[in-house]
Nanobody, 125 residues
């Protein structure tokens, strides 16, 4: 069975950087849409970045130019490089994957089949 496990979270000062990793156990289809989501406190989970099987990426406006999503299909690993972190980036970060019944950029959260347990990112001075 496929399971996702995030790592790399932590506490950093504003302007700092973190690299999150998401290791997938078992094999996931290379064609799957993969994404990073964040959930701050009791707020709704929202997408941070998505990456298609072919490598095309889509970012939330708030992180464009600061975050980079990438995947290594051979290692079944998803990454999120986070630079120029801001206090508002503080949240639990989750990786997710699912079959793109619709193009990855428009895939609703309910269509992501697999989810990790999350890793905490805290940005404060």
């Amino acid at each position: 069975q496929v399971q996702l496990a995030e790592s790399g979270g932590g506490s950093v000062q504003p302007g700092g950087s973190l690299t999150l990793s998401c290791q997938a156990s078992g094999g996931i289809y290379s064609s799957y849409c993969m994404a990073w989501f964040l959930q701050a406190s009791t707020k709704e989970r929202e997408v941070v970045a998505r990456i298609e099987g072919g490598g095309n990426t889509i970012y939330a406006e708030s992180v464009k130019g600061r975050f980079t999503i990438s995947r290594d299909n051979a290692k079944n690993t998803l990454y999120l490089q986070m630079n120029s972190l801001k206090p508002e980036d503080t949240a639990m970060y989750y990786c997710a994957a699912g079959p793109p019944a619709i193009r990855c950029a428009s895939m609703p959260i309910r269509d992501f089949t697999y989810w990790g347990q999350g890793t905490q990112v805290t940005v404060s001075s």
